[in-house]
DNA sequence: CATCCGGGTTAATGGGCGTTAACCTCATTG
DNA sequence: CAATGAGGTTAACGCCCATTAACCCGGATG
């Protein structure tokens, strides 16, 4: 109990989840053994069993836990932004930069094996990755008032796919380094969104919140 | 555009590959058994060990061709792109989203499941990725000359991103029809293209030539 | 000192799955 | 008609792997 270490202790369960998250991503999460993600923090094997109830319970808490952040973030963002929509939205790129290069593994997760959740986690982090995007479609609305709702929401889906794309870059320094990089992610993004004013050819009729009809 | 179905022999060996791609795509290349691709197609098993060595080869098939399709349909919009560097850039654009859209599966795979080849076919499929990556990087660059070229290469890799997100898109209709996804991508890509550029202060978003026409 | 118990360990269990074996059946061919 | 081979089928084999069992140990507790 003393162990008043400093901030933040990595008890060991976070350290699993760390490694387990690195793993997951690298061969994707039927690719990894219970062994090896031991392995990775020292202890071998069914050790883990004393600290999660089993495989997919890590997988969930790991899909849980990164979309409650990014949610909770963007509502600070929101909350917290300064007058000017501009400068939420942002804050809102600038966040979600960070989390992509700062958490490459769990970007990658989040949209590689969602499937592999019990469907009630899995409902969950659906739930809040849509809460996620609606926050970004309003500020982009409101930034650039001109386009349908579905149209800002296929941008904001696209920009997050720009943004996320950061883990399948290449190898060595034939890239930029990370804050060079930031910026010039924020700066696409930013491009992105402008261009998606642009004139609605021949009419905006596809408005009609029923499709198909 | 085009898509008639018929013409093609759909030679058992082509379907199966492409349920193998949706099935792969969908739960990932571990989370999918022989079985399953075998009922896809009707056959039960251990049918399929008639047209393929194994499992690995099925995926092996699906990455190196679809890696050589987009790099030929670059090359070939290259080789007859019209006088103007932009002409060729929307062109490239254009044939990656009809690829994006109507293959799906495949994009997917592209980049989810490269680790699980042997090492011989990763290497093919990574230097036919790397080879399509430049001839973009070039034609960028000619459009927009001021970026070094690892920008203008992060900035291609970025773009993919965007271009790719297609398959996470939300379930229903909240989401523009293909004609509209595509114009709307088309302008998403050009915008951060057009952003990569220089250090303007945030201003007009450049609205270079309207791809509409 | 005796007792817990958190956190590990190695061995066993059991199911899933890729692959192979052995066998079957038409269509074609000579 | 016999032979053949392409394309299937169902059983087996074996391996991998998540999970469980059974056991162990060191330190806090009282």
Known sequence: MSNAQSAAPTSRREQILKEAARLFAERGFHGVGVDEIGAAVGISGPGLYRHFAGKDAMLAELLVGISERLLAGGRMRVAEGGGSPEAVLDALIDGHIDFALDDRPLITLHDRELDRLREADRKRVRQLQRQYVELWVDVVRR???????????????????????????????????????????????????????????????????????
Request: no cysteine.
């Open 143 to 213: 930034v650039h008032p001109g386009p349908s709702e579905s149209r800002a929401r296929a941008a904001v889906h696209a920009v997050f796919g720009l943004l996320n794309s950061t883990p399948h870059l290449g190898r060595p320094g034939a890239l930029p380094g990370r804050t060079e990089m930031a910026e010039l992610l924020h700066r696409l993004a930013l491009g992105a969104f402008g261009a998606v004013a642009g004139e609605p050819e021949a009419g905006e009729p596809v408005a009609a919140s029923v499709p198909g009809a």
